[in-house]
């Protein structure tokens, strides 16, 4: 009867009361909770408040009450033409990102698991860097002395350097290159989930490779494009230091101009671009999701 | 439709054949079922039929051609596969057309002949539904749509019922047998349930280690197997090992001291140690005192199930055999005891000489 | 089988499967290739004895790497950044610790929004929390140490908090009861018992929490000054002003170095992969 004797050994351990459980537990998320309301909700909102007052010599601001941050960030050609080289550099990246990294992803859902272990763990290694490393590569690449000029001259293509640093292609080239391992693994992970049986199913049925691609493959590795875009889009949106180091000073991102309000003490106009930037970045998001669809494919039983 | 011939086909997959030097011939319209356990090859051959894997050795054709280089699009092939396999970005309207949206049919074309497909496996009125909303029965009655909606030569199914409970399986086989029988379409049924391929079947293959064990009817392979795996494959079978010896009224095998006759058309040699293979159903058993001489195996009752209608007795003959006898559970069996002394007895023709 | 079968496991039947997967294989190669181009590089011309930028190099050299031990800034930049690394890993693991095993155990109303709240960090733009920081500190009069930490920490608990939650999620809580069972009070069980065997995530959360805070540069930009500044900011501000060019690149190889060595300790001693934590 041994059936029995496991049973009634099971029964008191399934009302043994551990010591981390039900209500016990929201102590724990205090202080996490309090940190964050501390170092992030505050300093947020407070931000946020900031950018309706005006600016002060003296001190921050001048706790006078003002829309002008945002009629100007909206208004101005010069801060609307920063806003729209922003998109349109972010949408280029993210473009060029799904462009060049679905091949790659596609080839790594293909090969075996170990095989792809290896090269995913190539991806990672980037993303643990500090981008200025990984920018200051561009600049040795691409400067007026760096390496492509060398390899161009010594090899007779050009006798003079070509600029190609402080332009707004180096800026996206670096984009890309730091952003592009996101794509890649977002897109990876959502085709390897994919049940081969439907490839199959498709191919039986009359599909050719390349319809079995368009047909079955595409859409349903539509939820890693669409994560991986949003992920290099919203980074892409806020780049600062990519853009300074590779474009100069002809290339004003929005997180350049922010920058430079701080520096000049114009707490109240950086917070208005802020505000712009994360809610344009946000809204933009949304149209991407609406523009490639989300994965719902009717209510599941 | 179509004739599926399979001429000495071999795949070998990391160094063991999966298949090995098989031939096999579906005629016209036929119902053929693949059966055997896992990993027998069953599931591998039905692979390369479809085109999912190129054969090592051998030629496969389908309505005479050889298709070994025609890739899986362009083999007119449907397929309804073990976990149904259906496109969750699709409706199920969708999901039947496909296979009329890759033939180029128009849209208007494809809609008829998908609805006309869903009428047939009673699915009308889902059209818009996607699968993800459907029950597994349901997405079930959806594969099998898609799989026959472009009326394909070949009809090929692996496993379709495995996820089903048992009520709803035996309802689908016979509903699969007459969709079958309505597009008279040759199929090839990958099974691992021996009574579904039993009931189903014009002809089954018996799969083991990659080799066909046996093919041929349902009857012949049920009366008729060439060996032991095989006879207790296609439900148990009792097996007693004797020696055959020739009498003056014909072939005879002595079992545990006690002299059976044989069939008359068996084939075997003086003095050769043989197996008989005898389903549990056909051994009969007589009420013995356990003293008098009697015409039958002596054993005595292990023990008793009822299995709904089914009464199965459990024995050990004296020389220790097991064997297992079923009946019906009205039959005059039911008095029967464990511990009871009782006489096993079978005709001669029920009794098969199987291989070692 | 061949070699290619063994790499690239054929579905179906179709013989031009090798032919695409070149097309792909190559198109692969020019992704990876836009990718580590630059780190190659850097890795490279860390090695070259002169003082341009000269590739390939005529020959190999440590010269600046010596350059770089001698030079205060860059020095003080590593010291500075193993410091807050370490700081701000340690209070990130006690933190997101704590709030993994209160989300996973817990019962109470909006675990979504607050599992959602404790990954914002990841991703809150850099530069939005560093200004923001700015002003907030600024108002505060906070420490140089205490900003530049403090962002740290806010960025490492998430991935304290995903990688803490993914071991707890296999963690089988009948073996806590089971120790109660058998004696243990519960909160005995729960350190002698629960602890250890989240262990994995925890360190695994740690280290990333720690090479997060070592290479962060979108906030910390704001949140350093005069007398404390990180490795990065050391670079970048090299970058900017420095004359001596090469020695960026002996930098960022030691940073480079060390993350390596981070994570194959991770991989050896853990058997982790570092793709369960990585976002």
Redesign the interface.
């Known amino acids: 009867m041994s059936h029995i004797s496991l049973e009634t050994a099971a029964a008191?351990?399934?009302r043994?009361?551990?010591?981390?459980?039900?209500?016990?537990?929201?102590?724990?998320?205090a202080?996490?909770?309090l940190?964050?309301l501390a170092?992030?909700v505050?300093?947020?909102l407070?931000?946020c408040v900031?950018s309706f007052y005006g600016k002060s010599d003296t001190g921050?601001f001048d706790g006078v009450f003002t829309t002008r941050n945002y009629v100007r960030a909206l208004g101005d050609k010069f801060y609307l033409a920063s806003l729209w080289l922003t998109l349109r550099i972010s949408i280029e990246t993210t473009a060029a990102c799904l462009l060049?990294?679905y091949?790659?992803a596609?080839?790594?859902s293909?090969?075996?698991p170990a095989?792809r272990?290896k090269?995913?763990?190539?991806?990672?290694?980037?993303?643990?860097?500090?981008?200025?490393?990984?920018?200051?590569?561009?600049?040795?690449?691409l400067?007026r002395?760096?390496?492509v000029n060398?390899?161009l001259i010594s090899s007779g293509a050009t006798d003079q350097p070509i600029a190609m640093l402080y332009t707004e292609g180096a800026v996206l080239?670096g984009l890309?290159?730091i952003l592009?391992?996101?794509m890649?693994?977002n897109i990876t992970n959502t085709l390897i989930t994919i049940?081969?049986?439907?490839?199959?199913?498709?191919?039986?049925?009359?599909?050719?490779?390349l319809?079995?691609f368009l047909?079955?493959t595409l859409?349903?590795s539509r939820a890693g494009m669409v994560s991986g875009a949003v992920?290099v889009f919203?980074?892409a949106?806020?780049?600062?230091?990519i853009s300074f180091?590779l474009g100069g000073p002809r290339v004003k991102l929005m997180?350049n101009l922010?920058?430079d309000a701080?520096a000049s003490f114009n707490?109240p106009m950086?917070?208005a671009l802020?505000v712009v930037?994360?809610l344009s970045?946000t809204a933009s998001c949304a149209v991407l999701m609406q523009f490639l669809g989300k994965?719902s494919?009717?209510?599941?039983? | 439709m179509a004739i599926v011939e399979v001429s000495n086909i071999s795949k070998q997959y990391n160094k063991s054949w999966a298949v090995d030097r098989t031939s096999l011939t579906i005629a016209d319209g036929s119902f053929f079922s693949l059966l055997g356990p896992s990993g027998s090859g069953k599931t591998t051959l039905l692979r390369l039929i479809?085109?999912?894997l190129r054969p090592d050795t051998g030629e496969i054709r389908i309505g005479g051609q050889v298709v070994n280089d025609v890739?899986?699009?362009?083999?007119?092939?449907?397929?309804v596969?073990?976990?149904y396999?259906?496109?969750?970005?699709r409706t199920v309207l969708d999901n039947v057309a496909?296979?009329l949206e890759?033939?180029g049919s128009g849209r208007a074309e494809r809609e008829r002949l998908a609805r006309e497909a869903l009428e047939m496996v009673r699915m009308s009125g889902r059209e818009a539904?996607?699968?993800?909303?459907?029950?597994g029965g349901q997405q079930q009655r959806i594969a099998i749509a898609?799989?026959i909606a472009?009326r394909p030569a070949v009809w090929?199914l692996d496993e379709p019922l495995s996820a089903l409970d048992r009520k709803l399986r035996v309802e689908m086989q016979s509903e699969l047998r007459s969709l079958q029988q309505l597009l008279g379409i040759t199929t090839i049924y990958v099974t691992h349930d021996q009574e579904e391929a039993l009931a189903m079947s014009d002809g089954i293959a018996i799969f083991r280690d990659g080799r066909i064990a046996q093919q041929g009817t349902p009857l012949e392979l049920y009366e008729r197997p060439v060996d032991a795996f095989v006879a207790d494959f296609l439900g148990s079978a009792n097996l007693l090992d004797g020696t055959a010896t020739r009498a003056p009224q014909g072939w005879c095998v002595d079992i545990e001291g006690m002299r059976f006759p044989l069939a008359r058309d068996a084939n075997v040699s003086d003095r050769e140690q043989v197996r008989l293979a005898i389903r549990p159903e056909r051994l009969d058993l007589l009420r013995w005192d356990g003293h008098t001489a009697g015409a039958g195996l002596p054993a005595s009752v292990e023990s008793l199930v009822y299995l709904g209608s089914d009464l199965r007795v459990q024995l050990r003959t004296r020389g220790g055999s097991r064997l297992i006898a079923r009946a019906p559970s009205r039959s005059d069996l039911a008095s029967l005891e464990v511990g009871h002394e009782i006489l096993a007895v079978w005709r001669p023709e029920e009794a098969v000489v199987v291989a070692h | 089988m061949s070699l290619s079968d063994?790499?690239?496991?054929a579905?179906?039947g179709?013989p031009?499967v090798s032919l695409?997967?070149v097309?792909?294989?190559t198109?692969?190669v020019?992704?990876?290739g836009?990718?580590?181009?630059?780190?190659?590089?850097?890795i490279i011309?860390s090695f070259n004895p002169s003082s341009?930028?000269?590739?390939p190099p005529e020959r190999l050299s440590l010269r600046w790497y010596w350059e770089f031990l001698a030079t205060d800034d860059m020095i003080n930049g590593l010291m500075w950044s193993i410091l807050i690394a370490v700081v701000s890993a340690i209070a990130a693991v006690?933190?997101?610790t704590?709030?993994a095993?209160?989300?996973v155990?817990?019962?109470?109303p909006l675990k979504g929004l607050?599992n959602a709240?404790?990954l914002?960090?990841l991703?809150?733009?850099?530069?939005?929390?560093g200004?923001?920081?700015?002003?907030?500190f600024?108002?505060l009069n906070a420490p140089l140490l205490a900003r530049v930490t403090?962002?740290h920490?806010?960025l490492g608990?998430p991935f304290v908090v995903r990688s803490v939650i993914s071991s707890l999620d296999l963690f089988d809580?009948?073996i806590?009861?089971?120790a109660?069972?058998h004696g243990a009070s519960?909160?005995r069980?729960?350190f002698k018992v629960t602890l250890p065997s989240i262990q994995p995530g925890i360190v695994a959360g740690a280290i990333f929490a720690f090479?997060v805070s070592?290479?962060?540069?979108?906030a910390t930009?704001?949140l350093t000054g005069p007398g404390l500044s990180t490795?990065?900011i050391q670079?970048?501000s090299q970058?900017?002003y420095g004359s001596e060019?090469v020695i960026?690149?002996a930098a960022?190889t030691v940073?480079?170095g060390l993350?390596?060595v981070l994570?194959v300790v991770l991989e050896r001693l853990f058997g982790l992969?570092?793709?369960t934590a990585?976002?």
């Open positions: 008191p351990v399934s043994a009361r551990t010591w981390i459980r039900g209500s016990r537990a929201e102590f724990l998320l202080p996490s909770m940190y964050y170092l992030l505050l300093p947020s407070a931000f900031v921050f060049l990294g091949p790659a596609y080839f790594l293909k090969i075996g095989a272990k090269l995913i763990v190539l991806l990672l290694f980037p993303l643990l860097l500090s981008t200025v490393i990984r920018v200051y590569g561009w600049i040795a690449l400067g002395r760096g390496i060398q390899l080239v890309i290159s592009l391992p996101y890649i693994i049940d081969p049986s439907l490839k199959e199913a498709a191919a039986i049925h009359g599909a050719s490779p319809r079995v047909k079955v859409p349903l992920t919203t980074i949106m806020s780049t600062y230091i180091l997180g922010i920058f701080t707490w950086g917070a802020s930037l994360v970045t994965n494919y009717g209510a599941a039983r | 479809a085109g999912f890739p899986p699009h362009k083999r007119n092939i449907g397929m596969f073990q976990q396999a259906l496109f969750p970005h496909f296979g890759m033939r539904a996607f699968p993800r909303e459907l029950s898609r799989s472009a090929l | 063994h790499l690239f496991p579905r179906t179709e031009r695409q997967m097309a792909l294989g198109a692969t020019f992704a990876y836009i990718i580590l181009l630059p780190i190659a590089v850097i011309c341009a930028l000269i590739f006690l933190l997101g704590m709030a095993v209160a989300l155990r817990g019962r109470f607050i709240l404790l914002t960090p991703i809150f733009p850099g530069l939005i929390l200004v923001a920081l700015l002003l907030y600024q108002m403090a962002a920490i806010l608990i809580i009948r806590e009861e089971a109660i069972i519960p909160v069980a729960f090479v070592f290479g962060e540069i979108n930009l704001f490795l990065p670079i970048y970058i900017q060019q960026v690149a960022s940073q480079m993350v390596v994570i992969s570092v793709t990585s976002r």
